[in-house]
C-alpha cells in the first residue's frame, strides 16, 4: 500500500463523510446550511484529493493495479453517489434531473465493465484526459449544486453549465472508452 493509494482510500472515507452530512438533513426543502457547507468543503477536499493521488502516482512511479482499478471506483461512488443524494434536494432538481443521473450512472456501468474485460485480457486500461475532464466538470456541478442546497443562489449559472457540459463529457467519454477498448471488445482489427 502506497501513499497514492492511501490517499486514494482516505476519499471514500471523505465520500462518506459527505454522504453522511446530507443524509442527516431531514427537512431537504430548507436543509440546515451549516451540513451542507460541510458536505461541500468536504467534497472540495475529496474532490482535490483525486487529482492529488494521481499525480503522485505519476510523479513517483508508483501506479499499481490496485489503483488503476480502485481510483475510479472512488470516483464513481464520490460522483454518482453525491448526485443520487442531491436528487432529495427541491434546490438542486432545479437544474439536476433524474435522467442525467442515470445517463451518468449507466455510463459508470459501461466503463467499469468495460474497464475489467480490458485489464482481464492482461492490458492497463487506465482513466484517460477525457475521463478526466469529465469528473472535474461533474465534481464542478456537484459543487455548484451543494451552493443552491446552502442557500446561495449565486452559483446556479455554475451549476447550469457544469451539468450540461458534464452531460456531454460523460457521453463522449464512455463512447470513447468503448471505442478504445474495441479490440478487446469486439475482436475487429485495430
Do not use: H
Not at 497514492?4 to 430548507?30: K, M
Amino acid at each position: 500500500m502506497n501513499l497514492p493509494n492511501l490517499i486514494t482510500l482516505s476519499r471514500l472515507a471523505l465520500t462518506a463523510v459527505v454522504f453522511g452530512c446530507l443524509e442527516a438533513v431531514s427537512a431537504p426543502a430548507s436543509p440546515p446550511p451549516s451540513l451542507v457547507w460541510t458536505a461541500f468543503v468536504v467534497f472540495l477536499v475529496a474532490a482535490f484529493s483525486d487529482f492529488v493521488d494521481g499525480w503522485l502516482a505519476r510523479r513517483w512511479g508508483m501506479v499499481t493495479a490496485f489503483g488503476r482499478v480502485a481510483d475510479p471506483f472512488v470516483d464513481k461512488v464520490l460522483t454518482s453517489g453525491s448526485f443520487v443524494i442531491l436528487l432529495k434536494f427541491p434546490a438542486a432538481t432545479a437544474v439536476l434531473t433524474t435522467w442525467y443521473v442515470v445517463v451518468v450512472i449507466a455510463r459508470e456501468f459501461l466503463v467499469t465493465a468495460v474497464r475489467g474485460v480490458v485489464e482481464a485480457s492482461g492490458k492497463p486500461f487506465p482513466a484517460d484526459r477525457l475521463g478526466k475532464w469529465k469528473m472535474v466538470a461533474q465534481c464542478w456541478t456537484i459543487g455548484a449544486l451543494l451552493t443552491m442546497c446552502a442557500g446561495t443562489d449565486v452559483w446556479v449559472w455554475a451549476a447550469v453549465g457544469g451539468f450540461w457540459v458534464s452531460l456531454a463529457l460523460t457521453v463522449v467519454s464512455g463512447a470513447n472508452y468503448v471505442w478504445k477498448a474495441r479490440d478487446v471488445l469486439f475482436g475487429g482489427a485495430k
